[in-house]
């Protein structure tokens, strides 16, 4: 048996006429950027989320630059995030000008620890963008107490959230803007790149219309020097269909999460915990195999022989990346982020995985530890 760690086939396939009669719409109707449908998208999204504004982007990562952009974070600004993300998280400041400052992560949720963002504001401090890793929000109560002690902006990477809720309030409608992502393999994936940022601030939504847009303000007249970061009305088209699905979806890697964590109780592995609270969208079903008493690499190569997917997200941190070392304290500085890198280990959870193949995950890891 193969089981990958996605499967965007079967995705596609499993709503095939949905998809295939939205995208000849747009063919048909010949409005390829923003329009109509992404207008639409967007309030839905914005509502789905419980946000006043959304404001539909070309990729995940402009998600993130456009909001810091328009809040006017740029050169001799810092704004504090985590090391343990994907790399856009990070780049996006330096894109803006900004100056990146990293915090620790919390080892049971992986995503920022407030006590370690308090440590690291300075006068210059402008923002914090905290990541909800793998479809967990990060402690977003303990973060925005800080924001108002410290008159901070918060911007949300929500890229792995869009669903993901703490205490009621969904990803989206805890900062001062977030970022989603349409990368395919996200919980709500495009055919290609797309993203979109939610804020209530009326506003930062116009300031983003106008970036994504070349600055313009107006037919060939122009505020700002600007992007060209819109939507397309393919994408929009498609994601307005799976967001039908979305709901049931999540629902289904909570399922697969729920399975795993009975299948696999009782084994040296930390799996994941939800915190009170919390609605975890599993974006990843990710363990940590402790380093000194199980070989990761070795538990990788048993479930690579057995036809399992598995991936490290993410195997070296970004303080340690060669191009944001002269941002960082080195090896050391951030130990919960480092251990995590050295520890993480993620299965495939995605929805349409079925009964036998998430059994089979399950016993594959299962027959690593018992030999058999
Ligand atoms: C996917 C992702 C992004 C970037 O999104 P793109 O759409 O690929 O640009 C940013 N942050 C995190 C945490 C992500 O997972």
Redesign the pocket.
């Known amino acids: 048996m193969q089981v990958p760690m996605a499967d965007l086939r079967a995705q596609y396939l499993g709503m095939k006429a949905e998809i295939d009669r939205a995208v000849l719409e747009v063919l048909e109707s010949a409005q390829f950027i923003l329009g109509d449908r992404v207008a639409r998208l967007e309030t839905r999204i914005a509502s789905y989320c419980g946000a006043k504004h959304a404001v539909g982007v070309a990729?995940?990562?402009?998600?993130?630059l456009l909001p810091l952009v328009a809040m006017g974070i740029g050169p001799g600004d810092e704004v504090i995030t985590s090391p343990f993300?994907?790399v856009?998280?990070v780049e996006v400041i330096c894109l803006a000008g900004a100056t990146p400052v990293f915090a620790d992560i919390q080892p049971d949720t992986f995503t920022l620890d407030p006590a370690s963002v308090a440590s690291k504001i300075t006068p210059r401090t402008r923002a914090i963008i905290p990541?909800?890793?793998y479809g967990q929000l990060a402690s977003m109560t303990e973060l925005r107490a800080l924001a108002e002690r410290y008159g901070l902006k918060i911007v949300e990477?929500a890229?792995?959230a869009i669903g993901a809720a703490q205490q009621g309030v969904r990803a989206g409608a805890w900062g001062d803007a977030a970022?989603f992502?349409?990368?395919p393999t996200?919980n709500l994936g495009a055919a290609g790149?797309?993203?979109m940022v939610t804020t209530d601030d009326e506003e930062l939504a116009a300031k983003m219309r106008e970036l994504r847009f070349h600055g313009s303000g107006g037919t060939y007249y122009y505020r700002s020097i600007g992007y060209n970061s819109r939507l397309d009305a393919l994408q929009a088209a498609i994601l307005d269909a799976k967001m039908n699905a979305l709901e049931a979806w999540n629902d289904a890697r909570r399922a697969n999460a729920a399975y795993y964590r009975e299948a696999l109780a009782g084994l040296p592995l930390v799996l994941p915990i939800e915190v009170e609270g919390n609605h975890h969208i599993y974006?990843q079903f990710t363990v940590r195999v402790p380093k000194g008493e199980v070989d990761r690499e070795a538990l990788r190569g048993h479930l690579q022989a057995r036809g399992v997917g598995n991936a490290v997200y993410y195997p070296l941190p970004i303080h340690l990346q060669d191009a944001y070392l002269r941002w960082s304290e080195g090896p050391g500085s951030l130990p919960e982020s480092e251990r995590a890198a050295e520890e993480v280990l993620s299965l495939p959870v995605y929805p349409e995985m079925t009964a036998e193949q998430r059994a089979y995950v399950a016993d594959s890891v299962r027959s690593f530890f018992t030999g058999r």
């Open positions: 990729s995940g990562t402009d998600a993130l993300t994907f856009a998280t990541v909800h890793l990477d890229a792995q970022g992502s349409f990368f996200k790149d797309g993203g974006h």
